[in-house]
Each structure stands twice: as structure tokens, then as C-alpha cells.
């Protein structure tokens, strides 16, 4: 039996083990996807969820209904690159799993690491736990009145600031940035992206760099201070050390290296997919962490990982950009459409039926978890070079660095 072992069950790790387990024998690969909630955390709706919006809690159970998929609930706590074993604090105690090949999916988290204060003072909401909380503190925010400042002008604290903004007519809602909120987007789209936000009366400040950040202030870098009741921080994503911590080449942002078939460059035995990758464009330019571009990693390494352990040749992980959709609120969004490389292209779409498109865009992605193909797939046997591989792996002692 060769074991599969996919850690971490979000945009990209989800569509890849099921797509994997559609492509290879049961009674020769078993696929196990190993993750820290039983239910999938829909990231780009949190900030829904944080201002009190029904959203859907799908367990994994449904993706994953009518496939030979082991499911593992708790967190991975180390890799052993050479005894590939993975460790894992479950709620029945540490476990361990071995593993001939490894998917590591781990995704990111809002990076609390680059002011001090944010750990103590300020919100993120990158899990359900933060988002319920927020929640009742808003609620009550909301009967007395008061001031939330979202720290960071990239997509995330645009979204949250929009959504506090429209939902609660008694908080003020301040947005605090380093740099213009969506200066990356073509002028048409920072234009109605400007003209929205004064409409929703999110108050802006740009052009400023937070120094630190206490119980109820900002402080700047000019020594002002901005008052606040709540805080979030938006400020962007950090991957987790555990990828770096283990061993496998990293990049300066803990993003693991990979070769065009998004394999580890150290490990060969180990795909990286996800905010987790430094994957590469065919423009040469490491991918921004997001789901519209790690989500493709997914069911691409599933069908590289399958060629491979079949003895064919994989085809190179290929993508190229189309759009970024951003919520303004439920009544407005921007979708701004893009060139292969990111670059913004002139066409945009907003208003209602961009927040339209973007709610097809994300519940088409649950479409894709449970349906990921390939439609007609057949399973072919594992290579006689692969079988030969795995069985040495299993049977040797641990190899020691
Ligand atoms: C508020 C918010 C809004 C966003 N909006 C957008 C958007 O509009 N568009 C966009 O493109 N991107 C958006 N993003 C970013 C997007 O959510 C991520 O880029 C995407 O989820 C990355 O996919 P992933 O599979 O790499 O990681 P994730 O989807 O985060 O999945 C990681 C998985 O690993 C599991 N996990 C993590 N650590 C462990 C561990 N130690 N042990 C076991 N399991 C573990 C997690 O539970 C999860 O299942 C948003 C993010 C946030 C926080």
C-alpha cells in the first residue's frame, strides 16, 4: 500500500486528495487527508460570519461523501522528513502517521508578527473562533457606539471594513493603511472602489505606518495616536514556521520552494500546494497567496501525483490569472478582471452583479470540492518502479540526517 498523506483540507488540500483518490487503486494507495477542523472554514466569507451572517458550515463528511478517503481531525505538530512521519495532537491524544508521499496544504494565517500589540490588542479572522467572537463584540458595540479601525488596504481589510460599515449604522469605521486601499487595481476600479467606501462612510487613512498598537490606541510612526474600541488586523499573510521547522527548502517568507510540478526542490517525496507554495507563474513571479490561485494547485498536483505514480510523465503545473473578485458589502463588489501575470486589465464589473459573480465564484468552488473530476477517470496500477520504491521505503530503517 502506498500512503498518501494530505495535510490540511482548505481550497487547495481538499480538491487534491479527492481528486487524487479518483485517479488511483484503493487496494494500492491509501489517501488520507489529515486536518485540524471537521468542518471546511470558508475563508473569504469570515468576514460575513464576523457581523453576524448566517453561514453555511459544511462538513468535510459531504466533500468527501463516496470516496475512499481517511479522514484524521487534529493538528500536525511536526514532520519527520526522514522517517516521513507526520505528528498529530488529536483530541484522543498525539498520534503519528507515516506517509511514502506527502501533500502539504497548511494554508496561511493573518500575520500578527510584524507590529507589536497585534497578538494582544487587535482581531484577525483567519478561523470560525475569532469570527463568532467578533460577533457578540460587535453586537455590543453596536449598542453603544463606538470606533473599529481595520488595519491594512489589501483585499481582506477592504472586505472586513465594508461589511462592519454596512451592517452597523452606530460604529464608525475606520480604515488604516500604509499604502492607497486597492492601489494595485486599475484606475477605473480604485475610482468606484473609492466612491463605494465614501458611500458605506468607511472613513480612510493611508499614507501611514503603524508602530505599535495598544489596548485602545494606534500608534503611528509620526508618534500620533488614532483611538479605537475594536481593532483588526489585516496587515497580510504569513505561512506557519512547521514547513521550515521540518526541513524542506523555504523561501525568506517560509513559503516552501518547488520545482514546476510543485514538488519540494529538498524533498522529493513532499508537493507543497497552496499559500503554503512558492509555485511560480510562467512569467516567472512567485503566486500572491489567495484561493483563486492556490485553488489551482490543488487538483493540478492530484493528477501529477497520479502520473507519477503510475509511470507517466506529469505535465508542469500551469495558471495564469483572470480575476479578483472583492465583496463591498452584500449590496456592492468590484470584480477586477486580470492579465496571466496579475497585471489589472481595464475591464472591471460592479455593483450588484459583482457581489452576484463573486458568491457564484465561491460557492462554485464548493461545486468543484465535491465534483473535482477528472470526469472520466481510469485507475491504473501503480508502476512497477513505484511499488519497487515503496516497499524499500517501508522496509528500510529510518534514514538519519
Ligand atoms: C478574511 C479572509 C478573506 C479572504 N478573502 C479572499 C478572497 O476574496 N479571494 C482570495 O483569493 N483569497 C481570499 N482569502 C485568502 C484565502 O482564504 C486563502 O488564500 C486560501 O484559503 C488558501 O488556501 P489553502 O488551501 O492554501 O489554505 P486554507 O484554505 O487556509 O487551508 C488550510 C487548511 O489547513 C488546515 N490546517 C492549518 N494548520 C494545520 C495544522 N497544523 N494541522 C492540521 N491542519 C491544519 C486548516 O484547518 C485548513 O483546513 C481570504 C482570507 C481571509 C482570512
Not at 493573518?110 to 497585534?118: E, F, K, L, Q, S
Not at 463606538?146 to 489589501?154: P, S
Request: aromatic residues 6%; charged residues 20%.
Amino acid at each position: 500500500m502506498h500512503e498518501v498523506v494530505v495535510v490540511g483540507a482548505g481550497y487547495a488540500g481538499l480538491p487534491a486528495a479527492k481528486r487524487l483518490a479518483r485517479q488511483v487503486r484503493k487496494d494500492e494507495v491509501r489517501v488520507t487527508l489529515v486536518t485540524a477542523f471537521p468542518d471546511f472554514v470558508e475563508r473569504p466569507r469570515l468576514h460575513q460570519m464576523a457581523t453576524g451572517q448566517e453561514i453555511v458550515r459544511v462538513p468535510l463528511t459531504r466533500f468527501l461523501r463516496g470516496s475512499a478517503i481517511d479522514v484524521v481531525i487534529g493538528s500536525v505538530t511536526g514532520i519527520d522528513l526522514d522517517r516521513r512521519e507526520l505528528t498529530i495532537v488529536a483530541e484522543d491524544g498525539v498520534t503519528s502517521r507515516r506517509y511514502d508521499t506527502l501533500v502539504y496544504a497548511l494554508g496561511s494565517n493573518i500575520d500578527t508578527t510584524t507590529v507589536p500589540g497585534i497578538g494582544e490588542h487587535a482581531r484577525n479572522l483567519t478561523g470560525f473562533a475569532a469570527a463568532e467572537t467578533a460577533v457578540t463584540d460587535l453586537a455590543a458595540l453596536q449598542e453603544s457606539g463606538g470606533r473599529v479601525v481595520v488595519c491594512g488596504g489589501g483585499l481582506t481589510g477592504i472586505e472586513i471594513a465594508s461589511e462592519i460599515a454596512e451592517h452597523y449604522s452606530n460604529i464608525e469605521t475606520l480604515l488604516v493603511s500604509h499604502s492607497q486601499p486597492g492601489h494595485w487595481l486599475s484606475p477605473k476600479a480604485r475610482n468606484y472602489l473609492d466612491r463605494t467606501l465614501s458611500r458605506l462612510e468607511v472613513d480612510v487613512i493611508a499614507g501611514v505606518r503603524i508602530r505599535e498598537i495598544t489596548a485602545n490606541q494606534l500608534v503611528l510612526a509620526n508618534d500620533a495616536a488614532i483611538d479605537f474600541d475594536m481593532c483588526f488586523w489585516a496587515g497580510g499573510f504569513r505561512v506557519p514556521t512547521l514547513a521550515r521547522e521540518a526541513g524542506l527548502a523555504v523561501n525568506s517568507h517560509d513559503r516552501a520552494l518547488v520545482d514546476t510540478t510543485l514538488r519540494s526542490i529538498s524533498h522529493p517525496d513532499v508537493y507543497v500546494i497552496g499559500d503554503a507554495a512558492a509555485a511560480a507563474g510562467s512569467w516567472g513571479d512567485e503566486l500572491a497567496m489567495g484561493c483563486r490561485s492556490g485553488g489551482f494547485t490543488g487538483p493540478q498536483v492530484a493528477d501529477i501525483i497520479a502520473a507519477r505514480l503510475t509511470g507517466r510523465d506529469p505535465n508542469p503545473f500551469r495558471f495564469r490569472y483572470f480575476h479578483e473578485c472583492i465583496s463591498l458589502g452584500r449590496k456592492h463588489g468590484l470584480v477586477q478582471f486580470l492579465n496571466a501575470d496579475e497585471s489589472p486589465k481595464n475591464r472591471i464589473l460592479t455593483g450588484h452583479k459583482a457581489i452576484t459573480y463573486k458568491n457564484a465564484t465561491l460557492n462554485g468552488a464548493k461545486t468543484l470540492f465535491k465534483h473535482p473530476g477528472p470526469m472520466f477517470s481510469r485507475r491504473r496500477h501503480l508502476s512497477e518502479r513505484t511499488i519497487a520504491d515503496t516497499g524499500q521505503r517501508q522496509n528500510a530503517p529510518a534514514r538519519r540526517s
